[in-house]
C-alpha cells in the first residue's frame, strides 16, 4: 500500500507530559483510507488531525456499523519504538469487521497504516512510567441511506492519543459492583467483537455502578446471569487456589491481546490457568473459604487493574484492597517486555523503524 502523506502546515504544542491522562490529547496527524463498494480501499493517506465531515444519513450515526481496536506504542531507554503484538489486533480487527458486516483489512496493510503513523508522530511518544501513544485504528460506514443494510461505503482510520496511566492513581486497587440485570452481550451476538455498539449498551451499568460508589461492573453472562464473563472493558482473572481462572472465549468474552500474553506468561512460569465457566457462586464461595486471593482486569488501556473489592446484590463478598503477588508479577512482567525492560522471549514485541 502507497500512503500519500499531507504534512500539517502548524504544529500542534505538545501537552504537559506529566498530566497526559486517558485519550485527552491527539497528535498532529492522523491516517485514513476509503473503502468504496466495487472499488476496494482508496486513497490511503496520512493527513492533519482535524474534523471529517460526512453526511447526516451516514450509516454508522443510525445503526452503528462501526468496529475498532485499541493498542499501544512504547518509547524504550535506547529510543526504539515498540508495538506490542500489533498482528494480533489487525486479525481481531478482520475478526470484529466480518460480524459487522465490514471489509476487512488484510493484516499487513493495517500494520503498515499504524507503522508509517506511528513513526511520523514519533514525537508525541511520551516516555514517564506508564505512560505510552495510545493507537486507535476503528473503521465505520458512511454512506448515506437509511435503509437497514450493510454499507457500501467506509473509512479506516487511525488516530494516535500520548496517555498516561490508565487510572489517574495508577496502579490501584478498584472496587467492583456484580450486575446481575443488565447485560453486555450473549452469545450469538457482538461480544466477541470489538465494535462500539457494544460499549455504548454497557454504559447504563458503569454509570449505575458509580452511582454506588464503584468503578466499574462485573459482568455476568446474559443468557443466565450465572457465569462471571468480564469487568467493565476488560478480561477477568481470578487466582483460586493457587490456579488461574478466566472465562472461555465462546462467542460473549472479547479475546483480550492482554488476556492471551497474561495467559501465556502465567503458563511460561508453572502456573495453571483454567479457562472455563466460573459461576458467580462459586466465586463468592471461595472468597469466603479465603481461596479466592486475587482478582484482577486485564486489558491494553490499564494492563492489569486489581480488584480491591466485590459486591454482589449489596453484599460485599471480596475485600482485600490491595494489589496481590500475581497481579503485581504481570504488570511489571507484561510492560517489562512492552517497554524493552525485559528480554522478549515471546517474540511479542514489533519494532517501528
Ligand atoms: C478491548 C477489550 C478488552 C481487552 O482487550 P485487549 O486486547 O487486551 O486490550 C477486553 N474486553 C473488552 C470488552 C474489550 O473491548
Not at 513513526?119 to 493507537?135: C, D, Q, R
Not at 446471569?225 to 493457587?242: L, Q, W
Request: hydrophobic share 40%; with cysteine.
Amino acid at each position: 500500500m502507497e500512503i500519500r502523506f499531507e504534512q500539517r502546515q502548524n504544529l500542534k504544542e505538545k501537552p504537559n507530559m506529566n498530566e497526559l491522562g486517558f485519550g485527552k490529547y491527539y497528535t498532529d496527524h492522523m491516517f485514513m483510507v476509503d473503502w468504496i463498494e466495487g472499488k476496494g480501499f482508496v486513497d490511503p493517506r496520512i493527513i492533519p488531525y482535524g474534523p471529517i465531515e460526512f453526511d447526516p444519513a451516514s450509516l454508522v450515526l443510525h445503526y452503528a456499523q462501526e468496529t475498532f481496536e485499541g493498542m499501544k506504542a512504547y518509547k524504550t531507554e535506547d529510543g526504539r519504538i515498540l508495538l506490542f503484538r500489533p498482528d494480533m489486533n489487525a486479525k481481531r480487527f478482520q475478526t470484529s469487521n466480518e460480524r459487522l458486516c465490514m471489509p476487512t483489512v488484510p493484516v499487513e496493510d493495517f500494520i503498515q497504516a499504524v507503522h508509517e503513523l506511528v513513526k511520523k508522530e514519533a514525537s508525541w511518544i511520551p516516555t514517564n512510567p506508564g505512560t505510552s501513544l495510545y493507537i486507535r485504528p476503528f473503521m465505520f460506514a458512511y454512506q448515506p441511506k437509511l435503509g437497514v443494510h450493510a454499507a457500501s461505503h467506509y473509512k479506516f482510520m487511525v488516530i494516535l492519543s500520548p496517555v498516561g496511566s490508565y487510572y489517574k492513581e495508577g496502579l490501584k486497587p478498584v472496587s467492583i459492583y456484580v450486575e446481575d440485570q443488565l447485560v453486555r452481550a450473549v452469545k450469538g451476538g457482538t461480544g466477541f467483537a470489538k465494535c462500539g455498539g457494544n460499549y455504548a449498551s454497557s454504559i447504563l451499568a458503569q454509570m449505575k455502578a458509580e452511582e454506588m460508589g464503584y468503578s466499574q461492573v462485573l459482568w455476568l453472562d446474559g443468557v443466565e446471569h450465572k457465569y462471571v464473563e468480564e469487568v467493565g472493558t476488560m478480561n477477568a482473572m481470578f487466582v483460586i487456589d493457587g490456579k488461574i481462572v478466566t472465562a472461555p472465549l465462546e462467542g460473549s468474552v472479547l479475546p483480550g491481546v492482554t488476556r492471551d500474553s497474561m495467559i501465556q506468561v502465567l503458563k511460561s512460569k508453572g502456573y495453571t490457568v483454567e479457562e472455563r465457566k466460573l459461576s458467580i457462586d462459586e466465586l463468592i464461595e471461595a472468597a469466603k473459604n479465603g481461596k479466592l486471593t486475587e482478582a484482577f482486569g486485564t486489558g491494553t488501556a490499564a494492563v492489569i487493574s486489581p480488584i480491591g473489592k466485590l459486591a454482589y446484590k449489596d453484599e460485599i463478598f471480596f475485600d482485600n484492597n490491595k494489589i496481590g503477588e500475581i497481579s503485581q508479577m504481570l504488570y511489571d512482567t507484561l510492560t517489562g517486555i512492552q517497554t524493552g525492560k525485559i528480554e522478549d522471549t515471546f517474540g511479542w514485541t514489533y519494532e517501528v523503524k
